[in-house]
């Protein structure tokens, strides 16, 4: 209890003697007679989807400022976030294109690999963000109550947010290569929501994994660089997986970056055909995304109540 002295200070008294029919009670079953509740406790999976669902204004306002705010220190400003993968491209061209002869066999090698180029870099960007979307943000994550798969979610949306404006040169990269419009390229949207529902899933994995292991930010750059030349990005897996043993071409195949690098290529470019592709390619997409998607963002919740302890 307490009471206010002649000068205005608080003075503490001794807490309420506890009563005799506390005898015998756990800290639980006293939290409960008594309607206490965890501070901080991590509510149920609907409870917080829909907490989520109530900040989906935050999160869009937050990733647009990131944007804005990303290339500001730079003369060329957001022209970096086009200029980043078409400076890649332009090194893996001169590399594997024309001192390795990976460009060999396949129709308008340009348009190939400077879509494998964008559409890789998407899932790269959005899992190096979302690696350190809580480890970076402490202070905020600290001064204020919301669901923390905020954070990450909010990074992989700034990023297909980049690769949006993005697109614009990709396609006219494609087009100046003779490329040329027709309805395929409407499956440019559907293979893109699927992959940024995986990349989604993914930066809440590695966003969990990354709040407690720091120097998984410096291990993810070598991981993703692997990821990427067995992704087929620079080369034609199936003409390079010719005389493979079959498992390796099925696991070459399946690789999630593979797959939504080839369905982009299928949609845009005419000498990519079916045939090219892996069977039920669109249903691994899904798969993916699904799997993925809702399996990181379970992973993610599981662990809510240690995000900016300690």
Not at 175 to 193: I, K, N, R, Y
Not at 242 to 261: E, G, K, Q
Request: some cysteine; aromatic content about 12%.
């Amino acid at each position: 209890m307490s009471e206010t002295t002649h000068n205005g200070a608080v003075a503490v008294g001794a807490p309420p003697a506890p009563s005799a029919f506390d005898d015998g009670l756990s800290p639980a079953e006293l939290a409960a007679k008594y309607g206490l509740s965890v501070s901080g406790a991590r509510p149920g999976l609907l409870s917080y989807t829909r907490q989520l669902w109530g900040r989906r204004h935050f999160i869009n306002e937050f990733a647009k400022a990131r944007t804005a705010a990303q290339y500001t220190q730079a003369r060329l400003g957001q022209l970096w976030q086009v200029m980043t993968p078409l400076l890649n491209a332009a090194v893996y061209y001169l590399i594997f294109g024309i001192l390795i002869g990976t460009h060999k066999g396949i129709d308008n090698f340009i348009a190939f690999l400077v879509t494998g180029v964008f559409i890789f870099t998407f899932t790269q960007s959005s899992v190096l963000s979302g690696v350190r979307s809580i480890s970076s943000n402490l202070g905020l994550i600290r001064a204020l109550h919301f669901p923390r798969a905020s954070m990450p979610i909010a990074f992989t949306l700034m990023q297909l947010q980049q690769l949006m404006m993005s697109m614009f040169v990709l396609l006219a990269i494609v087009l100046m290569t003779g490329e040329v419009p027709d309805m395929s390229w409407l499956l440019m949207f559907p293979a893109l929501l699927c992959q940024w529902v995986f990349n989604t899933g993914l930066a809440l994995i590695v966003a969990r994994l990354g709040s407690k292991m720091t120097d998984l930010t410096q291990l993810m750059p070598f991981m993703l660089r692997t990821w990427m030349y067995m992704s087929g990005v620079m080369y034609s897996i199936t003409k390079l997986t010719t005389t493979a043993p079959h498992i390796l071409r099925i696991l070459l195949d399946i690789n999630p970056a593979a797959v939504y690098i080839d369905l982009m290529r299928f949609a845009l470019i005419d000498s990519v055909t079916a045939a090219q592709m892996p069977a039920h390619v669109w249903a691994i997409a899904v798969t993916w995304a699904v799997v993925v998607g809702v399996g990181g963002y379970i992973y993610f919740w599981k662990a809510e109540e240690s995000y900016g302890r300690g």
